[in-house]
């Protein structure tokens, strides 16, 4: 789109930045269909406000994912289907060697998904902006507001305790337990 007032194409970014946007998004949610669904929306919502879009203010990836991470907060906020679930979130079926089918997940490790799950909302939040959307530590820091210094802080002990979790489980599932 070259209406914008900015010299960047729209169509490069989206081929630039679909699958960090999905990646990002994949890390946060729990289905295929709903990370698809969501990423669609982060670059209809994009394409709308194209205009707006300013490059001295950060880069365009930086922008979609802020984008999709409100457009994660506002799914959350209205999903109220886990208020009819009991409790348990699905250890017992892994723990008893039940898998989701590929279909239900983005085919991450059941061990990595249980791990990060053990992390906290902010915690997941920065892992998925770092792995899922490959963004650098300061982007992080422009994405959410936090200080480099506090965002490195959090990935460290975020990373720190998946490999603790990780490598706890490691000989109980080589052990087949």
Do not use: C
Not at 7 to 21: G, K, L, P, T
Not at 24 to 46: C, I, M, N, P, Y
Not at 138 to 144: G, H, L, Q, S, W
């Amino acid at each position: 789109m070259t209406d914008a007032p900015n010299s960047i194409d729209f169509a490069s970014v989206y081929d630039e930045s679909i699958w960090r946007v999905y990646g990002f998004v994949g890390f946060r949610v729990k289905s295929r269909q709903d990370a698809e669904d969501l990423t669609q929306q982060t670059f209809e919502r994009a394409l709308r406000a194209w205009a707006r879009f300013d490059p001295d203010r950060g880069s365009a990836e930086s922008w979609l994912l802020s984008i999709a991470r409100n457009l994660i907060i506002d799914h959350y906020r209205s999903d109220r289907s886990f208020m009819n679930k009991p409790l348990d979130d699905g250890r017992a079926e892994l723990a008893r060697g039940i898998v989701p089918s590929p279909e239900d997940g983005l085919g991450v490790a059941p061990e990595l998904a249980a791990a990060l799950e053990t992390l906290d909302d902010r915690e997941r939040e920065l892992i998925a902006l770092r792995f899922g959307g490959d963004l650098s530590g300061p982007e992080i820091a422009r994405v959410t507001g936090l200080s480099l210094a506090n965002v490195q802080q959090i990935l460290s002990r975020a990373l720190r305790q998946l490999r603790t979790v990780l490598v706890s489980d490691a000989p109980a599932a080589a052990l087949g337990a």
